[in-house]
């Protein structure tokens, strides 16, 4: 799940997409760092599941240990964030207590026990005799991260790479330094004492090196961005690195005429208000006319009480939605408690809209008849299609992948909330005993294609 | 298989990259097009098995039906290529005669039987009493095509495509322009006898469209180029769609002192010159110092006997390679009956040349030593790594996928040769009665995460 903020000031890329010229070449300094990751991580690759179990769990102990340094550290990050008048939103994401950290503690410990992603076989096919080929997962090299305000997250993604094998280019927020700093000392600490070279992650800490990041092709696999929208957004525009995340989350409930009007009310409230600024929130609600003027008689009184504000179009205004609704509404997330509401025809003109103004992210239905589920659930080009429940189910951790690196909404996999899978890929791996290609272009030998156990 | 070439003469995008500022806006006309083909391709993804496979079974007899047009349209291109004098290499490409034509025409029934990619479960989770996961492959949407001179591709690519449940937006080279558009024609008209839409499938013909297409995002999920290493670059470097291709395939055979040189000179014979314009050639022959006396004695005369110039560094011009070769050599893909030859200090040298100079597309060793063999195996980071075998196996055919869509050099998936899976991606399906995220976040339910059968 990630959570939406207004970006910080001075912290990382700007908000607005800056042209690529604005991102700055890599310094030779920063070549070499990200090079010697790079090596630390591909002999980190060739662990076996016990070394990185390990290394995760020296890293929590190294993280008690130092505790109090890091306790110290968010202390002082805190009254420098007082002093520039941070946003209170910020300062509370800013915020390690010693239960937060005890928390994320627990979080990397949690991670050690994660099933192993690396070293699966997906396929095992033997081509002829003696002649085998293996698809085997094996991990991504290096990841780069960029992160706002929230410094346990440096704990959390730092556990995910190295269990997964991979090095971890890191770099938080300006206004966490301190403690990022800290916490980064630790987790090295940590791995020092494994069988995992310490430099296999890192910590960037100017600006200049944060924006260099973007370019460093070749030496970072995946850049996984943790923060705003426009934070998103400007890495996208600004990187041929592939990135793991989505910029929007314009999320919707369709209420269809056979819905179960109480059901659906009950689904609708949760989906806007059980964590609105979350991506995967609704932020419109389309309510098929017919059962309109009922769901819409429940619904306005309930959102009211729950303190969200409805912006609707002229016919549910005529139901009585209170505010007006503009072009701009339908293609907003509010991350927060305001909900669009559309009264429409049908469900095509629903489907319509939700492939007009959504994002692929998380769309669902309420309704009770069965074909109209089908029809929508087929008809959505979304990364999760939901029957009768929240959309805010969409989170890795929900969907029992014990982890989420985070959630993507482009075409190609890994879509939707990724867990650990999305920091591994797989390699071809092919055992023969001299076999050439001659033989079989020229018809001396032919493919078996034989299936072999996984 | 991708065979490189020499670009066509203005065909296409230039071989070198061009600023992204040459890239023009989409036309409204064709961002129409595109359009279009998006709502039949939505159309199309929710056709099932047998409509799908009837639908490229009737591309397949429209295609019968329309040989003469089609055989006469690729006369009048190669007529046309001739006054233009266009290289030998290309004519042989562009020309489609009727063996050729029946050959592709056979090709686009094979794809109608292949199995469906569409539609299978991948994961199937309970996550709560009522409450069921599904992870569902579906078509990709559009995938854009943009190939040189060879009209057979527009059979393959977009049987492939229909097959897969997605439209095509296809630009040939201008010089097989006549073919494409009689071949585009007849697979409309079998369309128009099938359940799916002709306009399903469009043909770019100008040089602006092909650029404009690299710009269609939202309306084009992948691209998917067939041609020289120049025009795949050109396209990486001026898309944000996903590009299924690899630019370069700078592949190496380290013969290891544990090999069996006999064999090893048969597989490094084959890796040369079965097809040296493939991209699954070898480029580099790397050569333990405790071999290359007596594997050289006999791969320098076998070489010169197959037609192959050996260009060595210095250790092997010692023993009796004939030509040197510069730094330049260890990084170029010849495509042709070149052969870079060095000797290796031992394994770990040869791992850091390859890791240095390599295109991480296919590797292979050859040796009888089982802990060289899993230190290679494990080691080196390309789509491909091959034991005692030739790397022309490198290819989706060979490795029984059916079909290939292209081979990928990237690190994240598809990785390597790629065969239908490449054109589709999964979604996520959940289906509750009701099912609110509050009800788990304060503890009155719990997830019971359950696996179901697939």
Redesign the interface.
């Known amino acids: 799940m990630t959570v939406t903020a207004t970006p910080p000031p001075g912290s990382g890329p700007p908000g607005t997409a800056a042209p690529a010229a604005a991102v700055p070449d890599p310094s030779p300094e920063l070549l070499q760092r990200a090079a010697t990751v790079r090596r630390c991580a ?1 002999a980190l ?2 662990c076996g599941d016990g070394a990185r179990q390990q290394a995760v769990l020296a890293m929590a102990e190294a993280l008690e240990q130092a505790r109090p340094s890091i306790l110290a550290a968010n202390q002082a990050d805190l009254e420098a964030a007082a002093g520039n008048g941070l946003a209170p939103a910020l300062v509370a994401r800013l915020k390690l207590d010693a239960a937060k950290l005890d928390g994320a503690i627990a979080g990397v410990r949690q991670v050690a026990g994660l099933p192993d992603p690396v070293g699966r076989r997906q396929l095992h ?1 033997e ?1 002829d005799q003696g ?1 085998v ?1 293996e698809r085997l997962s ?1 991990p ?2 290096v990841v780069g991260v960029i992160f706002e305000a929230r410094p346990d997250a440096v704990m959390q993604i730092a556990s995910l790479a190295i269990r997964s094998g991979n090095g971890a280019i890191l770099k938080g927020g300006r206004e966490a330094s301190r403690s990022c700093g800290a916490i980064l000392a630790a987790l090295q600490t940590g791995l020092g004492r494994s069988a995992v070279a310490p430099e296999a992650l890192t910590l960037l800490t100017s600006r200049e090196e944060s924006l260099a990041l973007l370019k460093l092709d070749g030496l970072v ?2 850049i996984i961005p943790r923060g705003s929208n426009a934070l998103v957004r400007f890495i ?2 600004n990187t ?1 690195i ?1 990135v793991l995340g989505h910029a929007d989350g314009v999320c919707h409930l369709y209420v269809d005429a056979a819905a ?1 009007p109480e ?1 659906a009310l ?2 609708a ?3 806007k208000t ?2 609105p600024a979350a991506c995967n929130a609704i932020e419109t609600l389309l309510v098929h006319r017919a059962i309109a003027p009922a769901f819409l008689s429940l619904a306005i009184p309930a959102f009211a009480r729950a303190g969200v504000e409805l912006r609707g179009d002229g016919a549910s205004q005529a139901l009585g939605v209170p505010v007006a609704a503009t072009e701009v509404d339908w293609g907003t997330e509010y991350s927060d408690l305001i909900l669009a509401v559309k009264v429409v025809e049908d469900l095509e003109t629903a489907l319509e809209h939700i ?1 007009r103004y959504g994002s692929r992210h998380t769309d669902a239905i309420c309704t009770t008849d069965a074909a109209t ?1 089908d029809r929508f ?3 959505v ?10 959309t ?3 989170d890795g951790f ?3 992948f014990g982890a989420e690196v985070g959630i993507s909404t ?4 890994p ?3 990724v867990g650990l899978e999305g920091l591994v ?14 033989d ?2 020229q018809g001396e030998r032919r ?1 078996t ?1 034989r299936s072999l156990p996984l």
Do not use: K
Not at 381 to 387: C, E, I, N, Q, R
Not at 410 to 413: A, E, R, S
Not at 429 to 438: C, D, N, P, Y
């Open positions: 591909m690759g060739q096919t081509l002649l080929l094996v991504l090299g696999d995946l996208q525009d041929r592939p179960d059901q009950r689904v409230l949760d989906a059980q964590y492939g589920a659930l087929a008809a080009d979304s990364a999760g299609v939901f029957l009768n429940c929240s805010r189910f969409a929900r969907y029992g482009q075409t190609l996999p879509r939707g909330p890929t797989y390699r071809y791996r092919l055992r023969g005993e001299g076999h050439i290609a001659a079989y272009a493919f294609h």
